[in-house]
């Protein structure tokens, strides 16, 4: 029975190991896969990278190439003038030579040695005359080169700078279109919050807590608050609601592509608190402006159209110590802003 045991073992054993093996080998041509995948992709993104870099390069180069073959050119044509400067000497000797030559006599053996060395110093001067010449010639073709050269370089950096030209021109004229589009969305955005202060005016019109000050309404905050509370009253949530109804009637009337955001924040007397939930006026401040814009998603404003900020003591709207001082500085500010 043992030995039919360890026979049995036995035999398992090679086929797991070789069910082990073949898991090993898949597992090793997915990684190679993956790797190669991701070579493949590392090199096409540095060639079109590289492709931007070869463009600048080249422009670079014509522009040194343009550079180096106008000093070549201003080389040639002094040598040009060099060798110009030397034929006409060489031509006013020859000329000289055969005045000479023409001014002597015939018949004294002095005279024709004469007459033999001025012809021999004259076929010299017509041989460096004619390779002279000859070198004017070539560097006149090379010259015809260089500046058949030079007006093709020319040619190519006018048709990069035109390109440039018409870039920058093309960013002006988007510059321009996109000053024109945000001045038409602020002008949008004004006449909507007239319209929306207006309707605020008339809701709020008999209360004398609530104000409409500039580009902001202020709800004094004994209105919805308690003393050192962020809890909102039940004598505020009329108003609030009042306010929530005329939010969602803007929210219709402004088109979605108008950014806005309607802010609120919370301000406190200079009077200092601590208490274990608010351990300075900015921790109540804050509270109330949330506790606010929580009521408003609560009445179905959306929340990306609120903003909440808490600015405690620190935005006093009145400097004195009075009481009265103390509650104008308590309040919650309203402002549509973009």
Do not use: C
């Not at 590392?42 to 990278?49: H, N, R, Y």
């Not at 004017?136 to 700078?161: C, H, K, M, P």
């Not at 019109?205 to 000050?213: K, L, M, T």
């Amino acid at each position: 029975m043992a030995r039919a045991r360890r026979q049995a073992r036995q035999d398992y054993w090679p086929g797991f190991v070789d069910a082990m093996a073949s898991l090993l080998l898949v597992i090793i041509f997915l990684l190679s896969v993956f790797m190669l995948a991701q070579f493949f992709l590392s090199q096409e993104i540095l060639g079109k990278d590289s492709a931007l870099t070869r463009l600048n390069s080249q422009i670079a180069e014509l522009t040194e190439l343009l550079q180096l073959e106008r000093a070549n050119s201003e080389d040639l044509e002094t040598t040009i003038a060099s060798l110009s400067a030397t034929l006409a000497g060489a031509e006013a000797q020859r000329d000289s030579l055969s005045q000479q030559l023409a001014g002597l006599g015939v018949g004294t053996s002095e005279k024709d040695s004469q007459i033999a060395q001025l012809s021999n110093d004259l076929a010299s001067e017509k041989e460096i005359s004619a390779e002279a010449a000859a070198q004017v010639a070539l560097l006149n073709q090379q010259l015809s080169a260089l500046r058949s050269q030079i007006a093709a370089l020319e040619a190519a950096l006018g048709a990069s700078e035109a390109r440039d030209s018409e870039s920058r021109t093309r960013i002006a004229d988007l510059g321009r279109r996109l000053n024109l589009a945000l001045a038409q969305r602020v002008q949008d955005l004004s006449r909507y919050r007239s319209d929306f202060f207006g309707q605020l005016r008339e809701i709020l019109a008999d209360r004398d807590d609530i104000r409409i000050v500039g580009d902001r309404f202020v709800f004094q905050s004994e209105v919805l608050f308690s003393a050192g509370d962020a809890e909102i009253a039940g004598a505020g949530l009329a108003d609030l609601e009042a306010l929530a109804n005329a939010i969602k009637q803007l929210e219709t009337q402004i088109p979605p592509e108008i950014p806005w955001v309607l802010q609120i924040e919370g301000h406190t007397d200079k009077r200092p608190i601590n208490t274990p939930r608010f351990p300075s006026n900015w921790e109540l401040s804050a509270s109330r402006a949330i506790s606010v814009a929580k009521y408003l998603v609560d009445q179905g404003i959306s929340p990306t159209r609120l903003v909440a900020a808490g600015f405690g003591e620190f935005q006093p709207i009145d400097n004195g110590d009075t009481d009265e001082a103390y509650r104008r500085n308590r309040r919650i500010e309203f402002k549509l802003t973009d």
